[in-house]
């Protein structure tokens, strides 16, 4: 069960990372995959320190050399973890990483701020945070409590000397794939659910793709989602 258990956590990482085009979040997790790999690719990570903060399933692990040391925290215990941790409160050594993940899990914290000082205490000087968080989506939870915009991460990480901001999508994939989203959570049965996954999802992927193309990312009016790099 064990066994089952990690192999199927791995698999939800993956999808995540590479997700099918039936995949209403498929626009977004395709730019986050660019933007994270680009940045990866400029660090010097061979034997680095890595956090995963919010690290349940670590789909960006694969990215990473395999000399890396890997961490992972989640107030949710699943089988990949190193320690179940709160992330305000992080159980490690001041300058201990020099990469640290984030993704995906700021919009649940009661402060992010205290969430963000806390990564940049555990960031070694020169080592760097990559993050991402929504600016629009439906509440996911009774947890669910932020958004997140330019403006929000900027003096959220004011001490961070480097900050880079990137948009997951322009307002055309926004659009998309907040109607894809709209139409597969609206339905109400798993059989109609399938059925958009295969028929309206993707034609929805594929005309925000389309748009992003033709018209470029540069309108950022509807992002839905932002990734994000700072260096401390």
């Known amino acids: 069960m064990h066994d089952n258990h990690v192999e199927w956590l ?35 990570l061979q034997s680095a320190n890595v956090l995963d903060v919010g690290g349940r399933l670590q789909p960006y692990r694969e990215l990473l050399p395999k000399s ?14 190193s320690a179940v941790a709160d992330a305000a409160s992080l159980p490690f050594h001041e300058s201990a990483f020099q990469l640290v993940i984030c993704t995906q899990m700021l919009e649940y914290a009661p402060c992010p701020q205290q969430v963000i000082n806390e990564i940049h205490r555990v960031l070694a000087p020169g080592g760097t945070l990559l993050l991402s968080a929504p600016s629009i989506f439906p509440r996911d939870s009774e947890y669910d409590r932020w958004r997140f915009f330019p403006a929000a991460y900027r003096s959220l990480m004011s001490q961070f000397p480097d900050l880079e901001i990137l948009p997951e999508g322009s307002t055309v994939a926004g659009f998309m794939r907040t109607t894809a989203v709209f139409a597969r959570t609206s339905a109400r049965y798993n059989a109609l659910r399938l059925v958009l996954d295969l028929t309206l999802v993707p034609v929805l992927n594929v005309l925000g793709a389309l748009g992003d193309k033709t018209l470029g990312a540069g309108d950022g009016t509807f992002t839905v989602n932002y990734s994000v790099r700072a260096r401390k």
């Open 68 to 81: 890396c040391r890997y961490w992972s925290v989640d107030l949710r215990p699943t089988a990949l973890l």
């Open 10 to 44: 791995r698999a939800a990482g993956r999808r995540r990372l590479f997700p099918p085009i039936t995949d209403p979040n498929w626009l977004v997790l395709r730019a986050r995959r660019k933007h994270f790999s680009r940045w990866l690719n400029q660090l010097p």
